[in-house]
């Protein structure tokens, strides 16, 4: 299922390349309350997401890590997930 992905930067080759060379590290992300953000990654700007996906479950934001394909459009790699306090709950960062 494919869902709506936000843009991480406002870097305009986003839209045409799906990623950024934006180099702005991410700094601390967190979901809205209750809920979990999924970040995709492009592996070779990795400083932040390339864009991301807020979700109500922790299993349905895992399941979507492992399977970004079927649900992300974008020029991604991997993707991991964060709570609403900051932690990161999920890290599918393949290093």
């Known amino acids: 299922?494919?869902?709506?992905?936000?843009?991480?930067?406002t870097d305009p080759l986003v839209a045409t390349n799906g990623v950024s060379f934006d180099r702005t590290p991410e700094g601390k992300i967190t979901a809205p309350v209750g809920r979990f953000r999924v970040c995709a990654y492009h592996i070779d700007h990795?400083?932040?997401?390339?864009?991301?996906?807020?979700v109500d479950?922790?299993?349905?934001?895992?399941?979507?890590c492992a399977h970004l394909g079927e649900h992300c459009g974008w020029n991604?790699?991997?993707a991991a997930v964060f709570d609403d306090r900051g932690?990161?709950?999920?890290?599918?960062c393949p290093y």
């Open 1 to 9: 299922m494919k869902r709506a992905w936000i843009d991480w930067s």
């Open 46 to 54: 990795d400083e932040h997401p390339t864009c991301y996906t807020d």
């Open 57 to 64: 479950a922790l299993d349905e934001a895992v399941a979507i």
């Open 76 to 78: 991604v790699d991997f």
């Open 87 to 92: 932690d990161c709950v999920h890290d599918g």
